[in-house]
């Protein structure tokens, strides 16, 4: 978001173009913006600002936020993230709730209620939690989580799972490879992270890709067929930038036709996004 446009972009210009884009949608339409507890807030020049410290605090100033999204047409919100950050990790650096599970746990719910009492959808991320990723993955190809098993049992998964106990909708997987887990695809690519999402969190609602076009999310794919592996492991939202979205659509029609992504699963993952879009479509 440059100063230029910040400096003349209104509510009303946002709830008109949101007003667009639903009356040519084919159906219920998804309106999503990064909004994080003290990160990367894409609306923050519109909206009051808040700097709340207790989980009460968080959950009435976030019940505020989506109240004036929802007046603007913005129904999803990428955010809350919920990474126990413990060491260095220069992609959330200056984003991320701190080092203590059941704080990041406290405040992060917080946010999800306060986001789902005014009609708002949160999509908590990045899956499965990234204490540290020494490389940016949005730079480094070679970014990797190395958490053992046993700490995000213990540590970086308990924000999720209060997540999904306080009834998130969606998680985002996270960007790089989990070599505890399967270090040989990124978390949004690995159908070993999607499982422990859907069976140790029991979570049945829309998991949606970190952006594919990063160079540790891809990998050595190039960004159509990331798209295509990403459904393929189970994701059902893909996050992708406007300009390869066309070349994305392709390769998803031509994997379904050739038989390397089910019908079965495309249609599975359209559903949850339907279901979703129908309760909180933009207006």
Not at 89 to 109: H, I, K, Q
Request: proline letters at 5%; a negative charge; one cysteine or more.
């Amino acid at each position: 978001m440059s100063d230029a446009r910040a400096s003349v972009e209104t509510r009303e210009l946002v709830a008109a173009a949101v007003s667009r884009f639903a009356a040519n949608g084919a159906g219920p339409v998804l309106v999503a913006a990064d909004h994080e507890l003290g990160g990367i807030r894409r609306f923050d020049h519109l909206l009051r600002r808040h700097s709340p410290t207790t989980a009460d605090a968080v959950r009435e100033a976030f019940a505020e936020d989506g109240a004036a999204l929802g007046d603007m047409g913005v129904n999803m919100t990428l955010g809350p993230i919920l990474d126990v950050v413990r060491g260095p990790n220069p992609w959330l650096a200056d984003r991320n709730l701190g080092a203590d599970a059941t704080t990041v746990s406290a405040l992060g719910t917080a946010a999800i209620e306060g986001l789902l009492s005014s009609g708002v959808v949160a999509i908590a991320k990045h899956f499965p939690g990234h204490a540290a990723v020494a490389l940016d993955p949005a730079e480094e190809r070679d970014a990797r989580l190395t958490t053992p098993v046993d700490e995000l049992e213990s540590i970086d998964e308990v924000p999720f799972r209060a997540a999904v106990e306080s009834g998130v909708r969606g998680l985002m997987l996270g960007p790089v490879p989990v070599e505890a887990l399967d270090g040989s695809a990124a978390a949004s690519l690995s159908p070993v992270v999607v499982s422990r999402a859907r069976d140790r969190l029991g979570f049945q609602g829309v998991l949606v890709t970190d952006d594919i076009d990063a160079p540790a999310t891809r990998g050595h794919f190039d960004v159509p067929a990331a798209a295509v592996q990403a459904l393929v492991a189970g994701a059902d939202m893909l996050l992708v930038a406007a300009s390869n979205a066309a070349a994305c659509a392709d390769a998803i029609y031509q994997a379904t036709v050739e038989g390397l992504l089910p019908f079965e699963r495309l249609a599975e993952a359209a559903g949850r996004v339907e279901a979703l879009a129908s309760q909180n479509a933009a207006k």
